[in-house]
Structure formats: structure tokens, C-alpha cells
């Protein structure tokens, strides 16, 4: 089992930041998103890993690689501490560039030839995850069961018409259907897709077979999704654990306090912020 992320898009919610500062280095704290992602896919136990970026984002790059000059001075005062701090994660990681923005099906179709024709978890890094087991495990555990692809999704009971939903197969856990951006009240479940797929060789072919028939535009991945929907080799995992979408600066503000509050020193600081503006 391989792993992707989709790191090539421009991040406009989050400019100026991201005018320079690649939105997946934006830190929760002293980590950046992006590394929460691949931590995932390490504890999950992927061990390839293919992240997909653009022209402004050699950060990522450098990131993932060794620091000599650092790991020098931390070896020569004995930090062994600050030494695990910024060695690289236990992962083989390539980086493939999307050259033109042609939307998330073609920046798949970048990633392809590095997969060798095994299954793979794909990640949008705008969808972190804490608790276990790891996100990744969860879809890799169904995929054990069902042989096909695997839609990550989460129980939304409120207004969904904005998303991606999930038409569930009488069994719980097939897929029958995918609905983006249902009209309210035509939604035919409360299970919205968010940003982790389990991805087969097969579904590859269908998405380079898609590509084929484009013919101008943006190109996703409905298309391979649907023909696999309809021989019946997609299920879903209801995700356990929380999921925190960073994908706009409210959403990002909370993963922050939420990465936080899990650390008692950091916990204080936020206590004695809202009492002071009691």
C-alpha cells in the first residue's frame, strides 16, 4: 500500500501567507499540516509515500530532507531530543510536480507511474485527523475485506448541500451512488466525503481512460469514481476519531486550538486568553 498527497494548489483562502508559504507548511503550532498527513500514513504502516506539489513549493522539499548542518550540532551537544525533532519521517517520499494547474484528476494521473501498480491511500491535506487507529489504517482495514476502493466519510446531520454525499448500499458499507452538492432535502444520506480515498490499479485506468475523453478544463475524478461505483467496487468508512478541515482560516484556527489544548502548557495559554476577555 502506497500513499499520495495532493499538495500542488494555490491555497487563495489563506493569501498573502500563501503567496510564499506553501498552505500545507502552515503550522499547527510547531508542526506543519502536511506532516500530521504523513505521520498518518507511517503509523498506518505505508511506507512510500508520493506527494504531489507545484512550482512554488520546494519548502515541502526540503522539509522532508535531512538538515546536516543541524542534526551536526545537535549530535555534537548530545540533543538527541531536538535530533528526532527534525529527522525525517521513517518513509520513502518522492515528489512529482503537477506542471499545470488541470485539477485534481490530473494531478492523480502525475502520481500514477510511481505507484507500481498497487493500492493507494490519497490525501487532501486539508483533512487532518487525531485518534486511532490512524485514518489511513481505517480505509486499509475495509479495503482488506471488500478488494476495492474505500471513500472516507463523516455523519453530518445538518445541511450537506455543499459537499460530496454517499449513497449507501443496503449492507452499511457499500457505495451505490455519490451525489455532489445535493439539493437540501434530496440528499440521499448524511455521510459526506472528505479527503482520504483508497484508490486501486483499476481505478488508475479509469481515471487515465477519462482523461483521454477531456476536452477542456479542470479534470477530476468522478469520472473513474462513478464506473467504479457501478461495478459495485467502492465501499465507505465511517470515520472514527476526529477529522478537522483546515481548508479556510476558520477551520485551520480550530485544528490550532485543538492541537493546543492536548498539551497542558499550551492548554494555560488558552485558559488565560478567554479570561481575559471575560
Not at 117 to 124: L, R, S
Request: charged letters at 25%.
Amino acid at each position: 500500500m502506497k500513499g499520495i498527497i495532493v499538495a500542488a494548489g494555490y491555497g487563495t483562502r489563506f493569501l498573502p501567507v500563501t503567496k510564499t508559504v506553501p498552505k500545507e507548511m502552515l503550522p499547527l503550532i510547531n508542526k506543519p499540516s502536511i506532516a500530521f498527513v504523513v505521520d498518518e500514513f507511517v503509523a498506518s504502516g505505508i511506507e512510500d509515500i508520493v506527494i504531489i506539489t507545484s512550482r512554488r513549493k520546494k519548502s515541502l522539499d526540503d522539509y522532508f530532507d535531512h538538515e546536516a548542518e543541524l542534526e551536526a550540532v545537535f549530535a555534537r551537544e548530545g540533543r538527541d531530543d531536538k535530533a528526532a525533532l527534525i529527522a525525517p519521517p521513517a518513509a520513502r517520499i518522492s515528489f512529482v510536480r503537477q506542471t499545470e494547474m488541470r485539477g485534481t484528476g490530473h494531478a492523480l494521473l502525475q502520481a500514477a507511474p510511481l505507484l507500481g501498480g498497487e493500492p493507494c491511500v490519497v490525501a487532501y491535506p486539508d483533512d487532518l485527523h487525531f485518534g486511532s487507529p490512524p485514518l489511513a489504517r481505517q480505509l486499509m482495514d475495509v479495503h482488506e475485506r471488500t478488494g476495492g476502493c474505500v471513500l472516507a466519510t463523516v455523519h453530518d446531520p445538518g445541511d450537506v448541500s455543499r459537499y460530496g454525499v454517499v449513497d449507501p448500499a443496503p449492507d452499511g458499507e457499500g457505495v451505490r451512488g455519490f451525489v455532489e452538492k445535493p439539493t437540501k432535502g434530496s440528499e440521499p444520506s448524511h455521510e459526506i466525503s472528505i479527503g482520504r480515498y483508497l484508490y486501486t490499479p483499476e481505478f488508475f485506468e479509469l481515471l487515465a481512460e477519462g482523461w483521454k475523453r477531456h476536452e477542456d478544463g479542470e479534470y477530476y475524478h468522478i469520472y473513474a469514481l462513478d464506473r467504479m461505483i457501478a461495478a459495485g467496487k467502492v465501499a465507505y468508512k465511517s470515520v472514527e476519531g476526529q477529522r478537522l478541515d483546515t481548508g479556510e482560516p476558520a477551520g485551520y484556527l480550530e485544528a490550532v486550538l485543538e492541537y493546543a489544548w492536548r498539551e497542558p502548557a499550551w492548554r494555560e495559554v488558552i485558559r488565560r486568553f478567554v479570561a481575559g476577555r471575560k
